[in-house]
Each structure stands twice: as C-alpha cells, then as structure tokens.
C-alpha cells in the first residue's frame, strides 16, 4: 500500500471515533456513547452484558542507537509516511516486554543486534492516523549484526546529528531528537 492508497483524513477521523467499534466483541450488541468516569466511552447496550470500551493508547517501544555519536534511523517503506524517516520502533506484542519490543524491532527493521543501556523516555504520539501510541524509547549499542533495511524500512542509516533528514515522520521522533540533543549534545559553556 503506498501514501496515496492511505486515507490518513479518514483514518483520523476514525480514529476520533473510537476507532470505528459499533458492536461488542463479547455478545455482538451494539456500543452505545455513554459518560463513564467523566469520559466518553462506549458501553455495550445489552443488559446482560457489562463490557465497556476504552479507548486506550497502544504501546509501542523502539530505541535511540548510538554509535561513534551517529543516530540510526529508517526510511518508511509502509504507511503512514512513506519515504519519511523515524527511529526503529515498532508496536508491542501480546506477550513482550517493552525492551524485547525494541530489540526484536531493531533487528527486523536493521539487522542489528543491540543492548539497551537505559530508558531513554516515554512519548505520547497521536499524529499517526491509525492510533494512539504510548511510545517507549530506550538508549542502545550496536553488539552485532549487518546493517541491511527489512521488514518495513527501505533503509537504514546511522545519521551525524548535523545531517539528520528534515522528513522526520512522527512529532515523538522529533521531540526525542530534540531531547537527545539537549542531554547529551549541549555545547560545552
């Protein structure tokens, strides 16, 4: 699917909407919009059944790699974004840890194998249009591997600070660049 295929007003705009959800996966009733602990959630209308929707963030985790003072970013071979560039990361599965998230997206969108050295930050980015994402990053180290783009990257780079790509594709991405710099790249007084 290329950027042109994917509607992200659409999806926005579904997004908003509680991503869509009409009936309950538990009886198959319709959700109805009700006001529960002061917030518009929707409610399953059969009286036999309590399920309520949250609208939640999905957590996703990815990892700021370092090294010889270049950052590792990829080029967006999916959407959204095409052709636009991020850190590795990607979204959590059912039974992972955060840290096994970043490692396991590092290699499948780099090749490399990393270590995580430390929580980097957390993030809440919502200018994707197919969610909401709680965005975990950790601070990294190349420990082996070939650098060679998979999965969904159609490259992968490591960067000088000085000659990072302008087409950064998320608002996170950008703000952990600029928390980066601010941390560890302060020009000495």
């Known amino acids: 699917m ?3 295929q994917f509607n992200d007003e659409a999806l926005m705009a579904r997004k908003k909407n509680f991503s869509g959800y009409v009936f309950c996966p538990f ?11 002061h917030r518009a959630r929707l409610q399953c209308s059969s009286s036999s059944c309590d399920f309520i929707y949250y ?7 990815g990892a700021l790699v370092i ?17 636009w560039w991020c850190f ?9 840890h955060p840290s096994q998230t970043a490692i396991r997206e590092i290699k499948e969108e780099t090749g490399l194998d990393i270590r995580l050295e430390s929580l980097f930050e957390i993030y809440s980015g919502n200018d994707d249009p197919r969610t909401n994402a709680l ?23 490591f960067f000088d600070f ?3 790509p302008d087409k950064i594709a998320f608002i996170s991405h950008r703000q952990a660049l600029a928390d980066y710099r601010n941390r560890y790249l302060k020009p000495a007084k």
Not at 89 to 95: L, P, S, V
Not at 135 to 157: C, F, H, K, Q, R
Request: aromatic letters at 4%; one cysteine or more.
């Open 2 to 4: 290329t950027d042109s």
């Open 27 to 37: 009886c198959g009733g319709k959700l109805e919009q009700k006001i529960l602990d």
């Open 55 to 61: 609208h939640n963030p999905i957590p996703a985790a």
């Open 67 to 83: 090294d010889n003072g270049r950052i590792l970013m990829v080029k967006r071979a999916a959407p959204p974004k095409v052709d």
């Open 88 to 96: 590795p990361a990607g979204f959590m599965e059912w039974d992972e």
């Open 135 to 157: 965005l975990i990053l950790y601070l990294a180290t190349v420990t082996g591997g070939e650098l060679n783009p998979g999965d969904d990257a159609s490259e992968a780079v």
């Open 162 to 164: 000085d000659h990072v």
